[in-house]
């Protein structure tokens, strides 16, 4: 009887499931559900889908199932992509031309304006149900958090850094903390914690979470899930550095040529790109001594791991929205806030100068203490094969790699080569979910968008695509038309021409060859830069 009673019971369960299953099938099945996951710091060449010898088994079949992008763009920083990404505008234009610090002019708020909406607020608006898992950095005060810009659901760091293991014994800034949907979280940096923590699964599990809480919804879901990794500290996990441990004793300069030349052979780059040379700040490998360069071997071992747990924690998503039967109807893009992080760790931080003695059991891993940092030499190796690195708007600062999948639209295996930017997203997510961009919220008129609809890339049509794209950070500045780009370096602030067609490495100024041309290009940001607010730096920054 007992037995017969729990197989009644269970086959009561499993019906009730498969209800509940097909009811959120059918309430979603009008509207695609979007999943963006934004990594932190990531180089160009740091996942397999773009020529890495990290592991990155999910994203490379993301990319394999759906659609890789060869010229998009961000903004070269944090803060500055966030804002973009979300508004839809160039980051001026949304507030956040710096950081996110307030510097006393419209552009430099340091958080996303009103006169912007987000890709949140406009998705709720039309009956989805939003989230967020992971990094926010766009709004330091509860009025600009995450629940006031239209998600339902957050967990997260409103701050840029954090340690990816307990305890937690810093705060980089006043804004380093913790935040669960609209309360702080003021005992997170010191609760007890298990002992197999780590941030990057944290997130991944809040993810998880939400996803399982939008299957009660009965409405389209929109899931922003923002990693800090790659981001420094760099701290993983023992087991996952242990598999890249001896994997990069070959050193930078051949580990270079290795990306460049699997670029090459999947179609992503141009033979007539040559790569660029090593930074002129970063020694030769074999310069190295032994000991130095076992130090430098186990940085990127860490640092590789990093991505490697990234790549699991993207895994369980996608099994999540399979599992959901939300596979087919979801749109998942996956990209970089910036290039490779050049950054030294901060000065008055323990530095972990002690790796060279560090074994498999004590590395910088299990050290919280600790904050290193991967520097150029790395960071060179990731943003293979451009020039320059995170904050700067050579290629190797704003080139991100993008893989989106919608099997509704896209042709497994897709490759695009068409110039695309951040602005883009908020415009194809809105005409995907049939949002039309307001003139105005909430009693704020906006300002029109910046940006254009890549839904014909999708279905593989022609794209007109941005007549003209800009940039400029913290006195770095570039614009680009067609095959033409400028770029302009702080505190240098010489205008330098190439041709992105032949020369997308940036190596071939043709400033002086084609004065005309680079003219062209310095009127075009000369008036962007008024009309967008843009200020002369460090001038805005002495507010």
């Known amino acids: 009887m007992y037995v017969h009673k729990c197989t009644v019971y269970l086959c009561s369960l499993f019906t009730l499931l498969i209800f509940q299953l097909q009811v959120y099938a059918q309430t979603t099945k009008d509207k695609p559900n979007f999943v963006i996951i934004l990594a932190d710091d990531m180089g160009y060449s740091d996942i397999g889908a773009f020529g890495s010898e990290i592991q990155t088994p999910h994203l490379d079949q993301l990319a394999a199932q759906g659609l890789r992008m060869s010229q998009f763009y961000n903004a070269s920083r944090c803060c500055p992509t966030r804002a973009s990404l979300l508004s839809g505008h160039y980051p001026h234009n949304a507030g956040v031309g710096s950081m996110n610090k307030n510097l006393g002019k419209p552009a430099y708020q340091g958080y996303i304006n009103k006169q912007s909406i987000t890709i949140a607020e406009g998705l709720k608006s039309a009956g989805y149900f939003t989230m967020l898992s ?150 030769a490998w074999y310069q190295m001594r032994p000991t130095e360069k076992e130090a430098w071997e186990l940085k990127m071992a860490v640092y590789a791991a990093m991505i490697d747990r990234l790549d699991y924690n993207v895994g369980r998503v996608l099994n999540k929205l399979k599992e959901m039967g939300a596979e087919e109807n979801t749109v998942v893009i996956f990209l970089s806030d910036n290039g490779a992080s050049h950054e030294y760790p901060f000065p008055n931080r323990k530095q972990a100068d002690s790796l060279l003695s560090l074994k498999i059991k004590a590395l910088p891993a299990s050290d919280p203490q600790s904050f290193a940092s991967y520097e150029y030499n790395w960071a060179n190796l990731s943003n293979t094969p451009f020039r320059a690195f995170k904050h700067w708007e050579h290629e190797g600062g704003i080139s991100t790699p993008f893989i989106v999948r919608y099997p509704k639209l896209i042709k497994a295996g897709s490759l695009n080569h068409q110039p695309a930017h951040i602005v883009d997203i908020q415009a194809t997510v809105f005409e995907l979910a049939g949002v039309k961009y307001p003139s105005q919220y909430q009693g704020n008129n906006l300002t029109p968008p910046d940006g254009v609809s890549l839904v014909d890339v999708f279905k593989g049509k022609p794209w007109k695509g941005h007549d003209v794209l800009y940039w400029e950070h913290q006195g770095n500045k570039a614009v680009r038309k067609g095959a033409w780009k400028i770029v302009s370096s702080y505190p240098e602030n010489k205008w330098r021409l190439f041709n992105m067609n032949t020369d997308r490495t940036e190596l071939h100024d043709l400033a002086e060859k084609q004065p005309g041309k680079l003219q062209e290009l310095i009127a075009l940001f000369d008036n962007w830069a008024v009309k967008s607010g843009v200020e002369k730096w460090p001038d805005i920054n002495r507010h």
């Not at 509860?142 to 990816?164: E, V």
């Not at 389209?220 to 760099?234: D, E, G, K, S, V």
């Not at 023992?238 to 052979?265: C, M, P, V």
Request: zero cysteines; hydrophobic letters at 35%.
């Open 134 to 283: 992971g990094k926010w950095h766009v709004g330091n005060e509860p009025d600009q958090w995450p629940l006031s810009r239209g998600f339902d659901r957050f967990f997260g760091l409103i701050g840029g850094t954090s340690n990816y293991f307990y305890p937690h014994p810093f705060k980089l800034g006043p804004e380093d903390y913790f935040v669960l949907n609209d309360k702080k979280l003021d005992d997170y940096l010191t609760a007890v914690k298990p002992k197999d923590y780590y941030l990057t699964d944290e997130f991944g599990d809040y993810a998880l979470k939400f996803l399982e809480e939008a299957k009660t919804q009965q409405k389209p879901f929109y899931l922003h899930l923002t990693f800090n990794a790659p981001h420094f500290p760099i701290q993983a996990r023992t087991e996952d550095i242990a598999r890249y441990l001896g994997k990069y004793n070959k050193g930078w300069d051949s580990l270079r040529y290795d990306r460049y030349n699997r670029l090459l052979a999947m179609g992503i780059i141009k033979k007539e790109w040559q790569l660029s040379p090593r930074d002129t700040l970063i020694p």
